[in-house]
Protein backbone atom coordinates (compact mmCIF):
# COMPACT_ATOMS: atom_id res chain seq x y z
CA UNK A 1 0.00 0.00 0.00
CA UNK A 2 2.86 2.91 0.92
CA UNK A 3 4.23 2.27 -2.46
CA UNK A 4 1.48 2.78 -4.17
CA UNK A 5 1.41 6.19 -2.41
CA UNK A 6 4.50 6.61 -3.17
CA UNK A 7 4.25 6.26 -6.73
CA UNK A 8 0.90 8.69 -6.46
CA UNK A 9 3.18 11.14 -4.87
CA UNK A 10 5.63 11.16 -7.43
CA UNK A 11 3.40 11.48 -10.38
CA UNK A 12 1.48 14.33 -9.08
CA UNK A 13 4.69 16.14 -8.19
CA UNK A 14 5.87 15.36 -12.13
CA UNK A 15 2.01 16.89 -13.29
CA UNK A 16 2.80 19.93 -10.62
CA UNK A 17 6.55 20.48 -12.36
CA UNK A 18 4.99 20.56 -15.66
CA UNK A 19 1.77 22.53 -15.29
CA UNK A 20 3.87 25.11 -13.28
CA UNK A 21 7.03 25.26 -16.22
CA UNK A 22 4.98 23.42 -19.00
CA UNK A 23 5.79 25.95 -21.89
CA UNK A 24 9.52 25.98 -21.06
CA UNK A 25 9.83 22.19 -21.05
CA UNK A 26 7.93 22.38 -24.44
CA UNK A 27 10.16 25.02 -25.61
CA UNK A 28 13.59 23.54 -24.71
CA UNK A 29 16.21 23.52 -27.34
CA UNK A 30 16.60 20.07 -29.01
CA UNK A 31 19.94 18.27 -27.72
CA UNK A 32 20.05 16.46 -31.28
CA UNK A 33 19.93 19.10 -33.65
CA UNK A 34 22.36 22.14 -34.48
CA UNK A 35 20.59 25.48 -35.38
CA UNK A 36 21.61 28.02 -37.81
CA UNK A 37 22.34 30.35 -34.97
CA UNK A 38 24.09 27.70 -33.50
CA UNK A 39 26.28 26.86 -36.50
CA UNK A 40 27.64 30.02 -37.96
CA UNK A 41 28.53 31.30 -34.35
CA UNK A 42 30.87 28.65 -33.76
CA UNK A 43 33.99 28.54 -35.29
CA UNK A 44 34.83 24.73 -34.40
CA UNK A 45 31.22 23.98 -36.48
CA UNK A 46 32.40 26.35 -39.76
CA UNK A 47 35.88 24.47 -40.07
CA UNK A 48 33.76 21.56 -39.95
CA UNK A 49 31.57 22.26 -43.00
CA UNK A 50 34.90 23.74 -44.82
CA UNK A 51 36.62 20.50 -44.34
CA UNK A 52 33.83 19.08 -45.35
CA UNK A 53 33.82 21.29 -48.41
CA UNK A 54 37.08 20.97 -48.66
CA UNK A 55 37.05 17.27 -48.99
CA UNK A 56 34.82 17.18 -52.45
CA UNK A 57 36.91 19.19 -53.95
CA UNK A 58 36.98 17.66 -57.58
CA UNK A 59 39.82 16.51 -60.27
CA UNK A 60 40.08 14.31 -62.64
CA UNK A 61 43.39 12.14 -63.00
CA UNK A 62 43.96 13.32 -59.55
CA UNK A 63 43.36 12.40 -55.25
CA UNK A 64 45.16 8.86 -56.22
CA UNK A 65 43.05 8.08 -59.01
CA UNK A 66 44.96 5.19 -60.33
CA UNK A 67 42.51 3.87 -62.85
CA UNK A 68 42.91 7.80 -64.64
CA UNK A 69 46.64 7.90 -64.34
CA UNK A 70 46.06 5.07 -66.97
CA UNK A 71 43.98 6.74 -69.25
CA UNK A 72 46.59 8.78 -70.71
CA UNK A 73 50.17 7.78 -71.94
CA UNK A 74 52.30 7.90 -68.78
CA UNK A 75 50.77 4.48 -67.85
CA UNK A 76 49.22 1.22 -69.08
CA UNK A 77 46.63 -1.26 -66.47
CA UNK A 78 48.46 -3.86 -65.55
CA UNK A 79 45.47 -4.68 -62.83
CA UNK A 80 42.26 -7.17 -63.00
CA UNK A 81 41.53 -7.97 -66.44
CA UNK A 82 38.27 -6.75 -65.81
CA UNK A 83 38.94 -3.17 -66.44
CA UNK A 84 41.12 -3.85 -69.27
CA UNK A 85 38.96 -1.75 -70.94
CA UNK A 86 41.56 1.38 -69.39
CA UNK A 87 44.08 -0.12 -72.01
CA UNK A 88 41.39 -0.17 -74.67
CA UNK A 89 40.75 3.25 -74.29
CA UNK A 90 39.43 5.33 -76.97
CA UNK A 91 37.72 8.72 -75.41
CA UNK A 92 33.98 9.08 -75.13
CA UNK A 93 32.44 12.75 -75.33
CA UNK A 94 31.14 12.45 -72.00
CA UNK A 95 34.90 11.59 -70.70
CA UNK A 96 35.84 14.30 -68.06
CA UNK A 97 32.65 15.87 -67.82
CA UNK A 98 31.59 17.82 -64.66
CA UNK A 99 28.65 19.52 -63.76
CA UNK A 100 27.95 19.81 -60.34
CA UNK A 101 25.11 22.26 -58.57
CA UNK A 102 24.87 20.47 -56.29
CA UNK A 103 27.82 21.46 -54.53
CA UNK A 104 27.46 25.12 -56.19
CA UNK A 105 23.60 25.14 -53.93
CA UNK A 106 25.74 24.20 -51.12
CA UNK A 107 28.02 27.18 -51.29
CA UNK A 108 26.25 29.68 -51.95
CA UNK A 109 23.48 28.40 -49.33
CA UNK A 110 26.32 28.19 -46.42
CA UNK A 111 27.46 31.89 -47.60
CA UNK A 112 24.00 33.52 -47.56
CA UNK A 113 24.19 31.64 -43.65
CA UNK A 114 26.90 33.16 -43.18
CA UNK A 115 25.71 36.33 -44.04
CA UNK A 116 22.19 36.45 -41.93
CA UNK A 117 23.53 34.37 -39.04
CA UNK A 118 26.99 34.45 -38.10
CA UNK A 119 26.56 37.80 -35.91
CA UNK A 120 28.74 36.58 -32.76
CA UNK A 121 31.79 36.13 -34.13
CA UNK A 122 35.16 38.46 -34.95
CA UNK A 123 34.64 39.91 -38.29
CA UNK A 124 38.44 39.18 -39.99
CA UNK A 125 37.43 35.68 -39.24
CA UNK A 126 33.67 35.55 -41.00
CA UNK A 127 35.66 37.48 -43.99
CA UNK A 128 38.08 34.75 -43.95
CA UNK A 129 35.54 31.94 -43.93
CA UNK A 130 33.52 33.36 -46.54
CA UNK A 131 36.31 34.12 -48.41
CA UNK A 132 37.48 30.15 -47.98
CA UNK A 133 33.71 29.36 -49.47
CA UNK A 134 34.12 31.56 -52.76
CA UNK A 135 37.28 30.00 -52.90
CA UNK A 136 36.06 26.54 -53.00
CA UNK A 137 33.19 27.74 -55.75
CA UNK A 138 35.83 29.06 -57.53
CA UNK A 139 38.03 25.98 -58.12
CA UNK A 140 34.92 24.11 -58.47
CA UNK A 141 34.18 26.78 -61.75
CA UNK A 142 37.72 26.25 -62.76
CA UNK A 143 36.88 22.36 -62.76
CA UNK A 144 34.14 22.84 -64.76
CA UNK A 145 35.22 25.09 -67.10
CA UNK A 146 38.08 24.16 -68.35
CA UNK A 147 36.02 20.57 -69.39
CA UNK A 148 32.67 22.09 -70.16
CA UNK A 149 33.23 25.47 -71.74
CA UNK A 150 31.22 28.36 -70.52
CA UNK A 151 28.73 27.07 -67.88
CA UNK A 152 25.73 28.70 -65.83
CA UNK A 153 27.22 31.54 -63.72
CA UNK A 154 25.21 31.20 -60.49
CA UNK A 155 26.42 32.86 -57.35
CA UNK A 156 22.88 32.82 -55.39
CA UNK A 157 20.36 30.26 -54.07
CA UNK A 158 17.98 29.32 -56.95
CA UNK A 159 14.96 28.86 -55.13
CA UNK A 160 11.57 27.90 -56.79
CA UNK A 161 8.35 29.89 -56.36
CA UNK A 162 5.94 27.08 -56.90
CA UNK A 163 4.31 29.09 -59.26
CA UNK A 164 4.15 26.43 -62.23
CA UNK A 165 6.95 28.41 -64.61
CA UNK A 166 10.54 27.06 -63.89
CA UNK A 167 11.97 29.95 -66.13
CA UNK A 168 13.27 32.31 -64.35
CA UNK A 169 15.90 29.45 -62.59
CA UNK A 170 17.23 28.42 -66.45
CA UNK A 171 20.52 30.12 -66.60
CA UNK A 172 22.28 30.26 -69.98
CA UNK A 173 25.24 28.98 -70.39
CA UNK A 174 27.93 32.01 -69.89
CA UNK A 175 30.92 32.65 -72.34
CA UNK A 176 33.92 30.65 -71.88
CA UNK A 177 36.12 33.91 -71.40
CA UNK A 178 33.04 35.26 -69.51
CA UNK A 179 33.71 32.28 -66.70
CA UNK A 180 37.77 32.57 -66.66
CA UNK A 181 37.13 36.75 -65.90
CA UNK A 182 35.00 35.38 -62.89
CA UNK A 183 37.26 33.18 -61.60
CA UNK A 184 40.10 35.73 -61.86
CA UNK A 185 37.92 38.56 -60.13
CA UNK A 186 36.48 36.52 -57.52
CA UNK A 187 40.25 35.50 -56.34
CA UNK A 188 41.18 39.12 -56.75
CA UNK A 189 38.44 39.90 -54.55
CA UNK A 190 38.91 37.29 -51.98
CA UNK A 191 42.50 36.73 -51.31
CA UNK A 192 43.03 39.51 -49.06
CA UNK A 193 40.47 37.97 -46.86
CA UNK A 194 42.44 34.87 -46.89
CA UNK A 195 45.39 36.04 -45.50
CA UNK A 196 44.60 34.92 -41.92
CA UNK A 197 45.65 31.03 -43.38
CA UNK A 198 48.72 32.04 -44.72
CA UNK A 199 50.75 29.46 -42.17
CA UNK A 200 47.98 26.81 -43.36
CA UNK A 201 48.99 23.78 -46.16
CA UNK A 202 45.57 22.71 -45.94
CA UNK A 203 43.36 25.53 -46.08
CA UNK A 204 43.20 28.16 -48.78
CA UNK A 205 44.91 31.59 -48.27
CA UNK A 206 46.46 34.20 -49.86
CA UNK A 207 49.20 32.55 -51.93
CA UNK A 208 46.80 29.29 -53.32
CA UNK A 209 44.01 31.91 -54.26
CA UNK A 210 47.50 33.18 -56.62
CA UNK A 211 48.09 29.56 -57.50
CA UNK A 212 44.86 28.73 -58.87
CA UNK A 213 44.94 32.35 -60.29
CA UNK A 214 48.55 31.51 -62.00
CA UNK A 215 46.81 28.04 -63.31
CA UNK A 216 43.63 28.88 -64.63
CA UNK A 217 44.76 32.09 -65.88
CA UNK A 218 47.70 30.14 -68.24
CA UNK A 219 44.54 27.73 -68.96
CA UNK A 220 42.32 30.81 -70.51
CA UNK A 221 45.51 32.03 -72.42
CA UNK A 222 46.74 28.84 -74.06
CA UNK A 223 43.11 28.20 -75.23
CA UNK A 224 43.08 32.21 -76.82
CA UNK A 225 45.94 31.37 -78.65
CA UNK A 226 46.09 27.43 -79.75
CA UNK A 227 42.50 26.97 -80.55
CA UNK A 228 42.00 30.14 -82.86
CA UNK A 229 45.35 28.53 -84.41
CA UNK A 230 43.31 25.64 -85.49
CA UNK A 231 42.23 24.90 -88.89
CA UNK A 232 39.00 24.89 -87.87
CA UNK A 233 39.22 26.60 -84.58
CA UNK A 234 36.55 25.39 -82.23
CA UNK A 235 33.64 27.73 -81.22
CA UNK A 236 29.97 28.25 -80.59
CA UNK A 237 27.98 31.11 -82.12
CA UNK A 238 27.31 32.56 -78.65
CA UNK A 239 31.12 32.20 -77.23
CA UNK A 240 30.30 29.27 -74.64
CA UNK A 241 32.93 27.39 -76.53
CA UNK A 242 36.18 29.98 -77.78
CA UNK A 243 38.25 32.46 -76.55
CA UNK A 244 38.92 35.47 -78.89
CA UNK A 245 42.54 34.90 -79.79
CA UNK A 246 43.14 39.01 -78.72
CA UNK A 247 42.73 38.04 -75.28
CA UNK A 248 45.27 35.46 -75.20
CA UNK A 249 48.01 38.45 -73.87
CA UNK A 250 46.05 39.59 -71.51
CA UNK A 251 45.50 36.03 -69.69
CA UNK A 252 49.10 34.99 -69.96
CA UNK A 253 49.97 38.59 -68.08
CA UNK A 254 47.67 37.82 -65.25
CA UNK A 255 49.15 34.51 -64.87
CA UNK A 256 52.82 35.51 -65.11
CA UNK A 257 51.97 38.06 -62.39
CA UNK A 258 50.17 35.49 -59.86
CA UNK A 259 53.17 33.45 -60.53
CA UNK A 260 55.90 35.88 -59.82
CA UNK A 261 54.29 37.56 -56.51
CA UNK A 262 54.33 34.05 -55.46
CA UNK A 263 57.97 33.12 -56.33
CA UNK A 264 59.09 36.54 -55.16
CA UNK A 265 56.80 36.74 -51.93
CA UNK A 266 55.36 33.89 -51.24
CA UNK A 267 57.20 32.16 -48.25
CA UNK A 268 57.69 28.98 -49.97
CA UNK A 269 60.99 27.00 -51.78
CA UNK A 270 62.01 24.68 -53.65
CA UNK A 271 62.63 21.44 -51.80
CA UNK A 272 66.07 20.48 -51.59
CA UNK A 273 66.47 18.58 -48.63
CA UNK A 274 68.67 15.22 -49.72
CA UNK A 275 71.92 15.42 -51.40
CA UNK A 276 70.13 12.42 -53.55
CA UNK A 277 68.64 13.98 -56.31
CA UNK A 278 66.76 11.26 -57.22
CA UNK A 279 65.41 10.56 -53.68
CA UNK A 280 65.05 14.07 -53.12
CA UNK A 281 62.84 14.74 -55.71
CA UNK A 282 60.37 11.45 -54.28
CA UNK A 283 60.94 12.90 -51.14
CA UNK A 284 59.39 16.30 -51.77
CA UNK A 285 55.72 14.80 -52.06
CA UNK A 286 56.20 12.68 -49.10
CA UNK A 287 57.86 15.01 -46.68
CA UNK A 288 54.96 16.87 -44.62
CA UNK A 289 57.25 19.94 -43.82
CA UNK A 290 58.02 20.41 -47.56
CA UNK A 291 58.29 24.25 -48.00
CA UNK A 292 57.64 23.54 -51.74
CA UNK A 293 53.90 22.45 -51.25
CA UNK A 294 51.43 25.60 -51.51
CA UNK A 295 47.74 23.56 -50.90
CA UNK A 296 47.09 20.35 -50.38
CA UNK A 297 44.81 17.37 -49.19
CA UNK A 298 45.68 16.16 -45.78
CA UNK A 299 45.36 12.40 -44.88
CA UNK A 300 46.51 11.74 -41.99
CA UNK A 301 45.01 15.49 -40.34
CA UNK A 302 41.88 14.52 -41.54
CA UNK A 303 41.64 11.08 -40.01
CA UNK A 304 41.72 9.78 -43.69
CA UNK A 305 43.78 7.02 -45.59
CA UNK A 306 44.07 6.20 -48.77
CA UNK A 307 44.74 3.15 -50.79
CA UNK A 308 47.09 4.16 -53.60
CA UNK A 309 50.10 2.04 -51.78
CA UNK A 310 48.56 -0.89 -51.53
CA UNK A 311 47.04 -0.42 -55.32
CA UNK A 312 50.28 0.19 -56.69
CA UNK A 313 53.00 -1.17 -54.64
CA UNK A 314 55.99 -3.71 -56.68
CA UNK A 315 54.26 -7.25 -56.44
CA UNK A 316 57.34 -8.83 -54.20
CA UNK A 317 56.93 -5.90 -51.42
CA UNK A 318 53.01 -6.25 -51.08
CA UNK A 319 52.78 -5.99 -46.77
CA UNK A 320 48.97 -7.33 -47.35
CA UNK A 321 48.09 -11.37 -48.89
CA UNK A 322 46.81 -9.71 -52.39
CA UNK A 323 49.04 -8.50 -55.43
CA UNK A 324 47.22 -5.69 -56.77
CA UNK A 325 49.78 -3.85 -58.52
CA UNK A 326 47.43 -2.16 -61.17
CA UNK A 327 49.39 1.39 -62.14
CA UNK A 328 52.99 0.55 -64.29
CA UNK A 329 54.53 3.24 -66.10
CA UNK A 330 54.96 3.50 -69.66
CA UNK A 331 58.22 3.42 -71.27
CA UNK A 332 57.17 6.88 -73.61
CA UNK A 333 57.28 8.39 -70.25
CA UNK A 334 60.58 7.47 -69.10
CA UNK A 335 62.12 8.13 -72.08
CA UNK A 336 60.94 12.07 -71.80
CA UNK A 337 63.22 12.14 -68.84
CA UNK A 338 66.41 13.80 -70.81
CA UNK A 339 70.15 12.18 -70.11
CA UNK A 340 71.90 15.32 -67.70
CA UNK A 341 73.94 16.19 -70.80
CA UNK A 342 71.29 17.74 -72.99
CA UNK A 343 70.53 14.60 -75.24
CA UNK A 344 67.31 13.31 -75.86
CA UNK A 345 65.62 10.94 -73.47
CA UNK A 346 65.14 7.76 -76.05
CA UNK A 347 67.06 5.37 -74.43
CA UNK A 348 70.36 3.09 -75.94
CA UNK A 349 68.44 -0.21 -76.75
CA UNK A 350 70.51 -0.93 -79.79
CA UNK A 351 73.70 0.19 -81.59
CA UNK A 352 73.93 1.54 -85.01
CA UNK A 353 73.32 -1.60 -86.63
CA UNK A 354 70.46 -2.98 -84.69
CA UNK A 355 72.55 -4.97 -82.72
CA UNK A 356 71.10 -5.26 -78.65
CA UNK A 357 73.75 -3.06 -76.47
CA UNK A 358 75.05 -4.85 -73.45
CA UNK A 359 75.00 -3.46 -69.96
CA UNK A 360 77.34 -4.53 -67.03
CA UNK A 361 74.33 -3.66 -64.42
CA UNK A 362 70.49 -3.59 -64.94
CA UNK A 363 70.82 0.35 -64.32
CA UNK A 364 72.93 1.05 -67.05
CA UNK A 365 70.90 2.16 -69.49
CA UNK A 366 69.31 4.86 -67.29
CA UNK A 367 72.83 6.12 -66.09
CA UNK A 368 73.06 10.17 -66.20
CA UNK A 369 69.47 10.44 -66.63
CA UNK A 370 67.57 13.58 -65.49
CA UNK A 371 67.00 12.55 -61.62
CA UNK A 372 63.88 12.93 -61.20
CA UNK A 373 63.29 10.33 -63.77
CA UNK A 374 64.25 8.08 -60.06
CA UNK A 375 61.85 9.81 -57.82
CA UNK A 376 58.98 9.37 -60.35
CA UNK A 377 59.21 5.46 -61.56
CA UNK A 378 60.77 2.44 -60.41
CA UNK A 379 63.18 1.41 -62.92
CA UNK A 380 65.21 -2.18 -63.37
CA UNK A 381 68.30 -2.62 -60.76
CA UNK A 382 66.16 -0.09 -58.45
CA UNK A 383 64.76 -0.55 -54.64
CA UNK A 384 61.77 0.49 -52.97
CA UNK A 385 61.78 0.86 -49.17
CA UNK A 386 65.61 0.09 -48.80
CA UNK A 387 64.77 -3.31 -50.66
CA UNK A 388 65.33 -4.73 -54.01
CA UNK A 389 62.56 -4.84 -56.52
CA UNK A 390 63.30 -7.78 -58.75
CA UNK A 391 62.68 -6.16 -62.63
CA UNK A 392 63.91 -8.98 -65.11
CA UNK A 393 61.73 -10.39 -68.06
CA UNK A 394 63.82 -13.69 -68.71
CA UNK A 395 66.95 -15.15 -70.13
CA UNK A 396 68.71 -13.58 -72.90
CA UNK A 397 70.42 -17.30 -74.62
CA UNK A 398 72.85 -16.85 -77.40
CA UNK A 399 72.26 -19.61 -80.16
CA UNK A 400 75.22 -18.95 -82.19
CA UNK A 401 74.08 -16.15 -84.54
CA UNK A 402 72.14 -14.31 -81.75
CA UNK A 403 69.69 -14.13 -78.73
CA UNK A 404 66.99 -15.89 -78.06
CA UNK A 405 64.53 -14.91 -75.39
CA UNK A 406 63.27 -17.21 -72.78
CA UNK A 407 60.45 -16.42 -70.28
CA UNK A 408 59.13 -18.38 -66.92
CA UNK A 409 55.56 -18.04 -65.95
CA UNK A 410 56.98 -18.21 -62.48
CA UNK A 411 57.67 -15.35 -60.65
CA UNK A 412 61.33 -15.37 -58.98
CA UNK A 413 62.29 -18.77 -60.69
CA UNK A 414 65.42 -19.82 -61.39
CA UNK A 415 67.26 -20.91 -64.49
CA UNK A 416 69.14 -23.75 -65.54
CA UNK A 417 72.42 -22.17 -65.10
CA UNK A 418 71.60 -21.52 -61.18
CA UNK A 419 70.89 -17.94 -62.04
CA UNK A 420 67.68 -15.96 -61.99
CA UNK A 421 64.83 -16.31 -64.44
CA UNK A 422 61.92 -13.89 -64.30
CA UNK A 423 62.28 -11.72 -61.35
CA UNK A 424 59.64 -11.49 -58.84
CA UNK A 425 58.01 -8.18 -60.08
CA UNK A 426 58.21 -9.39 -63.97
CA UNK A 427 57.57 -7.69 -65.82
CA UNK A 428 55.55 -10.56 -67.77
CA UNK A 429 53.35 -9.39 -70.86
CA UNK A 430 50.08 -10.42 -70.71
CA UNK A 431 50.27 -11.18 -67.20
CA UNK A 432 47.26 -9.12 -64.21
CA UNK A 433 48.81 -7.64 -60.99
CA UNK A 434 52.91 -7.33 -62.16
CA UNK A 435 53.79 -4.62 -64.00
CA UNK A 436 53.46 -5.48 -68.16
CA UNK A 437 55.50 -2.18 -69.11
CA UNK A 438 58.88 -3.12 -66.97
CA UNK A 439 58.41 -0.53 -65.02
CA UNK A 440 56.43 0.65 -61.03
CA UNK A 441 55.49 4.05 -59.77
CA UNK A 442 57.48 5.45 -57.26
CA UNK A 443 55.66 8.69 -56.79
CA UNK A 444 53.27 9.15 -53.88
CA UNK A 445 54.25 5.57 -53.27
CA UNK A 446 54.64 5.58 -49.13
CA UNK A 447 57.25 3.29 -47.89
CA UNK A 448 55.92 4.16 -44.40
CA UNK A 449 54.71 0.56 -42.71
CA UNK A 450 51.84 -0.82 -43.38
CA UNK A 451 51.55 1.56 -45.57
CA UNK A 452 50.39 -1.16 -48.78
CA UNK A 453 48.20 -2.63 -46.19
CA UNK A 454 43.95 -1.94 -46.36
CA UNK A 455 43.93 -1.62 -42.52
CA UNK A 456 46.50 0.53 -42.38
CA UNK A 457 46.49 2.50 -45.81
CA UNK A 458 48.54 5.69 -46.84
CA UNK A 459 48.75 9.03 -45.31
CA UNK A 460 50.83 10.74 -47.84
CA UNK A 461 48.72 13.74 -48.84
CA UNK A 462 47.74 14.95 -52.69
CA UNK A 463 49.39 18.20 -53.52
CA UNK A 464 46.84 20.53 -55.37
CA UNK A 465 49.64 23.14 -55.66
CA UNK A 466 53.29 23.33 -55.56
CA UNK A 467 56.05 25.73 -56.17
CA UNK A 468 57.42 23.63 -59.33
CA UNK A 469 54.11 24.25 -60.85
CA UNK A 470 54.53 27.61 -60.37
CA UNK A 471 57.76 27.95 -62.00
CA UNK A 472 56.27 26.09 -65.38
CA UNK A 473 53.28 28.60 -65.09
CA UNK A 474 55.46 31.33 -65.00
CA UNK A 475 57.41 29.91 -67.71
CA UNK A 476 54.70 29.57 -69.80
CA UNK A 477 53.47 32.46 -69.62
CA UNK A 478 56.91 34.52 -69.95
CA UNK A 479 57.48 32.61 -72.82
CA UNK A 480 54.16 33.40 -74.66
CA UNK A 481 54.50 37.03 -74.16
CA UNK A 482 57.88 37.28 -75.54
CA UNK A 483 59.88 37.28 -72.50
CA UNK A 484 61.88 34.23 -73.30
CA UNK A 485 65.05 35.27 -70.79
CA UNK A 486 62.60 34.63 -68.05
CA UNK A 487 61.28 31.80 -68.98
CA UNK A 488 64.31 30.06 -69.71
CA UNK A 489 65.47 30.93 -65.99
CA UNK A 490 62.54 29.28 -64.91
CA UNK A 491 62.60 26.18 -66.50
CA UNK A 492 66.60 25.93 -65.97
CA UNK A 493 65.70 26.25 -62.17
CA UNK A 494 64.07 23.46 -61.99
CA UNK A 495 66.18 21.22 -64.23
CA UNK A 496 69.20 22.35 -62.17
CA UNK A 497 67.08 20.67 -58.67
CA UNK A 498 66.93 17.53 -61.12
CA UNK A 499 71.10 17.16 -61.58
CA UNK A 500 71.02 19.56 -64.97
CA UNK A 501 74.04 22.08 -64.89
CA UNK A 502 73.42 25.45 -64.41
CA UNK A 503 72.30 26.86 -67.45
CA UNK A 504 71.20 23.65 -69.31
CA UNK A 505 69.25 25.10 -71.52
CA UNK A 506 70.18 28.60 -73.89
CA UNK A 507 67.56 29.36 -74.91
CA UNK A 508 64.36 27.68 -73.87
CA UNK A 509 61.29 26.80 -76.63
CA UNK A 510 58.15 26.28 -76.02
CA UNK A 511 59.04 22.21 -76.60
CA UNK A 512 60.81 22.48 -74.09
CA UNK A 513 58.47 23.61 -71.73
CA UNK A 514 55.97 21.21 -72.65
CA UNK A 515 58.14 18.52 -72.02
CA UNK A 516 59.91 19.85 -68.68
CA UNK A 517 56.22 19.84 -67.69
CA UNK A 518 55.13 16.46 -68.38
CA UNK A 519 58.29 15.02 -66.42
CA UNK A 520 58.31 17.62 -63.21
CA UNK A 521 54.44 17.42 -63.06
CA UNK A 522 53.76 13.45 -64.19
CA UNK A 523 50.94 11.66 -62.55
CA UNK A 524 49.64 15.15 -60.62
CA UNK A 525 46.95 16.09 -63.12
CA UNK A 526 47.99 18.26 -65.32
CA UNK A 527 49.00 16.00 -69.12
CA UNK A 528 45.34 15.99 -70.04
CA UNK A 529 44.37 19.32 -69.56
CA UNK A 530 47.73 20.29 -71.03
CA UNK A 531 47.44 18.42 -73.98
CA UNK A 532 43.58 20.00 -74.55
CA UNK A 533 44.58 23.46 -73.99
CA UNK A 534 47.57 23.25 -76.27
CA UNK A 535 45.23 21.83 -78.52
CA UNK A 536 47.19 19.16 -79.48
CA UNK A 537 45.72 16.08 -77.98
CA UNK A 538 44.10 14.91 -81.50
CA UNK A 539 47.51 14.62 -83.09
CA UNK A 540 49.19 13.13 -79.87
CA UNK A 541 46.36 10.50 -79.32
CA UNK A 542 45.43 9.86 -82.93
CA UNK A 543 44.23 6.33 -83.05
CA UNK A 544 47.12 5.06 -85.00
CA UNK A 545 48.15 1.64 -84.23
CA UNK A 546 51.84 2.48 -85.24
CA UNK A 547 51.79 5.79 -83.17
CA UNK A 548 54.90 6.23 -81.00
CA UNK A 549 52.99 8.50 -78.77
CA UNK A 550 49.16 7.04 -79.18
CA UNK A 551 50.48 3.96 -78.63
CA UNK A 552 52.08 2.83 -74.67
CA UNK A 553 55.63 0.69 -74.90
CA UNK A 554 56.92 -1.04 -72.19
CA UNK A 555 61.04 -2.26 -72.30
CA UNK A 556 61.95 -5.57 -71.03
CA UNK A 557 65.40 -6.56 -69.02
CA UNK A 558 67.22 -10.05 -69.71
CA UNK A 559 70.25 -11.37 -68.42
CA UNK A 560 72.44 -12.77 -71.01
CA UNK A 561 72.99 -16.81 -70.92
CA UNK A 562 76.51 -17.21 -72.62
CA UNK A 563 78.76 -19.15 -70.62
CA UNK A 564 82.83 -18.33 -71.41
CA UNK A 565 81.60 -15.23 -72.93
CA UNK A 566 82.50 -11.64 -71.56
CA UNK A 567 78.59 -10.87 -71.88
CA UNK A 568 77.77 -14.07 -69.73
CA UNK A 569 75.10 -12.43 -66.73
CA UNK A 570 75.15 -9.15 -68.46
CA UNK A 571 71.88 -7.27 -69.57
CA UNK A 572 70.37 -6.16 -72.49
CA UNK A 573 66.99 -4.82 -72.77
CA UNK A 574 64.05 -5.73 -75.78
CA UNK A 575 61.66 -2.55 -76.70
CA UNK A 576 58.27 -3.95 -76.53
CA UNK A 577 54.56 -3.18 -76.88
CA UNK A 578 52.20 -5.23 -73.99
CA UNK A 579 49.79 -7.46 -75.06
CA UNK A 580 47.26 -5.90 -73.09
CA UNK A 581 47.39 -2.65 -74.50
CA UNK A 582 44.92 -3.50 -77.38
CA UNK A 583 44.39 -0.49 -79.14
CA UNK A 584 45.99 3.20 -79.53
CA UNK A 585 44.66 6.03 -77.84
CA UNK A 586 41.87 8.22 -79.34
CA UNK A 587 41.16 11.78 -78.77
CA UNK A 588 38.70 13.43 -81.06
CA UNK A 589 37.93 17.08 -81.60
CA UNK A 590 34.46 16.53 -80.07
CA UNK A 591 36.52 15.52 -76.59
CA UNK A 592 38.28 19.20 -76.29
CA UNK A 593 34.58 20.01 -74.46
CA UNK A 594 32.82 17.13 -73.08
CA UNK A 595 29.16 16.30 -73.65
CA UNK A 596 26.43 17.92 -71.05
CA UNK A 597 23.84 15.14 -69.97
CA UNK A 598 20.72 14.76 -71.90
CA UNK A 599 18.85 15.36 -68.42
CA UNK A 600 20.84 18.60 -67.78
CA UNK A 601 19.82 19.28 -71.43
CA UNK A 602 15.89 18.44 -71.01
CA UNK A 603 15.63 20.71 -67.72
CA UNK A 604 16.90 23.86 -69.16
CA UNK A 605 16.42 24.51 -72.50
CA UNK A 606 18.52 27.53 -72.54
CA UNK A 607 21.74 25.37 -72.85
CA UNK A 608 23.18 24.96 -75.68
CA UNK A 609 25.19 21.84 -76.76
CA UNK A 610 29.11 21.53 -77.42
CA UNK A 611 30.47 21.29 -80.72
CA UNK A 612 30.63 18.12 -82.47
CA UNK A 613 28.07 15.97 -79.91
Not at 346 to 366: H, M, Q, R, W
Request: glycine share 8%; charged share 25%; hydrophobic share 35%.
Amino acid sequence: MKYTILRILIVACFISVMGCDNDAFLEREPRDIIGDEQLWNDPDLIKSLLANYYDRLPSLHGVFNVGGMTEIDDAMWSGHNDQNWRNDFQYNYDYGRYWDYGFIRDINLALDNLEEFSTEIDVDQKNLFGAELRFIRTFVYFEMVKRMGGVPLVTEQLIYDYSGNPEYLQIPRSKEAQVYDFIYTELEDIKEDLKGNNDSQTRANYYTALALESRAMLYAGSIAKYNNLMDNPITLPGGEVGIPAGRANEFYTRSLKASQEILQNGNYSLYDENPDKGMNFYEMLMDKNSNEVIFAKDFQNSLKTHGFTYENIPRSLTEDNEYPTNLTPSLNLVESFDYLDGSDGELKITDASGNPIVYDELTGIFENKDARLYGTVIYPGTSFRSMPVGLQAGVAVWNGSGYSYETSQTLGSTYEDGDLWTGADGPQDNAQFVSNTGFYIRKFLSNASGASTRGVASENWWPWFRLGEIYLNGAEAAYELGQAEIATTYVNTLRERAGFPANSIANVSIDDIRNERRVELAFEDHRFFDLKRWRIAHEIWDGDENSEQAVIYGLYPYRIVRPGHPDDNHYIYSRMRPTRFKRARLFRLGNYYASIDQGVLNNNPKLVRNPYH
